[in-house]
């Protein structure tokens, strides 16, 4: 882990190295054994509905017990202040990018074989890996089913964990994987790709046949599963002939125009919504945007491109392409994807 790595994570998880100021950051209230109990004689019968065995229940899920610094976590996640450059400094840094480097070439053969599959360039499987979990150094070490279970109880977002939960129970259930690897985030994520339990269970990739999809230390299943998840999403598939996006050089006239660009009624998460409407790059050109050194953009491959301006119109704009909104699935982060992108294009380089 670089230091400038280990500086970033002291700061976004900040409120575990000094006192928590925010009057929302008090110590949650916990659930009475009573409540708790209550809760897991609930959960119990929907796991049994939802085909988990008793034995299974028995040994995990009712001994299951809530942790306040979970619900900490969660509640009282600071609001950043960090700028898309300070973001991209602890993000990408010279050791992460070699290590991508390296890391294409020992797996070049396997990479190779997975991107034909899957139809994706094996640079963004490395960038994704390299963001998520410093290349599988850092997977976390919190236990899943105590996470998944606290969060599944809290009302902020019990309907979601409750699938967290269910799923990581079912892969217990299916005694592939031993229960000591069932350790990571706090927010339940797994693995070498931070996948969530049910992500998991829909998307982990079986690579080299040998009946267990292994996330924690196979790297060919790791980079099979993410592959997997970034090509199959149905409402926008990957395209391996294009890049992610590039980042422009506005015209003068961006404040006047920057608000006709934008999407009338827009679907899905944050960052997707912030995205502009869709034009051809030859229509980008003919508003006079041009490439970050200045020349014109390519019309020749004359595909769809949107405007992000993550930090407003006097920060840095880039144009990106279909492939960006696959992304932006594994993590709605404009900051995230824009990382994601700009890494993948430094691992390639």
């Known amino acids: 882990m670089s230091i400038r790595y280990f500086i970033f994570l002291c ?69 950043s202040t960090m700028t898309l450059d300070e973001y991209l400094f602890y993000r990408i840094d010279k050791a992460r990018i070699f290590a991508g480097k390296t890391m294409m070439t020992l797996y070049q053969s396997d990479l190779e074989k997975i991107s034909n599959h899957f139809s994706i360039q094996p640079r963004f499987i490395i960038s994704i890996l390299g963001l998520e979990s410093y290349y599988g150094k850092n997977q976390g070490n919190v236990s899943t089913i105590q996470a998944v279970s606290t969060l599944a109880f809290d009302r902020r977002r019990s309907d979601f964990y409750k699938k967290q939960l269910i799923a990581t129970l079912k892969i217990i259930d299916s005694e592939k994987i031993n229960y000591d690897k069932l350790r990571g985030s706090w927010g339940g994520a797994l693995g070498m790709p931070q996948f ?113 301006a993550p930090d407003g119109i006097n920060g840095r704009m880039f144009l990106v392409y279909g492939n960006y909104k696959n992304i932006l699935y594994y993590n709605c982060s404009s900051y995230y994807a824009i990382a994601v992108g700009l890494l993948s294009d430094a691992i390639k380089n």
């Not at 869709?278 to 390519?298: H, M, Q, R, T, V």
């Open 196 to 308: 969530i339990p049910t992500t998991y269970l829909e998307s982990g990739y079986d690579w080299d046949k040998n009946d267990l999809v292994d996330i924690w230390d196979s790297y060919q299943d790791t980079f099979a599963s993410i592959a997997n998840y970034l090509t199959s999403i149905d409402k926008n598939p990957w395209n391996i002939n294009n890049t992610w996006g590039r980042e422009i050089l506005p015209p003068d006239n961006i404040k006047h125009i920057y608000e006709n660009l934008k999407q009338k009624d827009p679907k899905g998460c944050g960052a997707v919504k912030s995205m502009s409407i869709a034009k051809k790059l030859k229509e980008w050109n003919d508003l006079n945007f041009k490439s970050i050194n200045g020349d014109d953009l390519p019309t020749n491959n004359n595909i769809d491109a949107r405007l992000i």
């Open 11 to 79: 700061f976004i998880n900040c409120f575990f190295c000094f006192p928590l100021l925010a009057n929302e950051c008090k110590k949650p209230t916990m659930p009475s054994d009573e409540e708790w109990k209550s809760w897991l004689s609930d959960m119990e019968i929907l796991s049994l509905d939802s085909g988990i065995s008793q034995n299974t229940i028995d040994k995990y899920l009712l001994k299951a017990t809530p942790a306040s610094k979970i619900l900490l976590r969660d509640r009282c996640q600071a609001e």
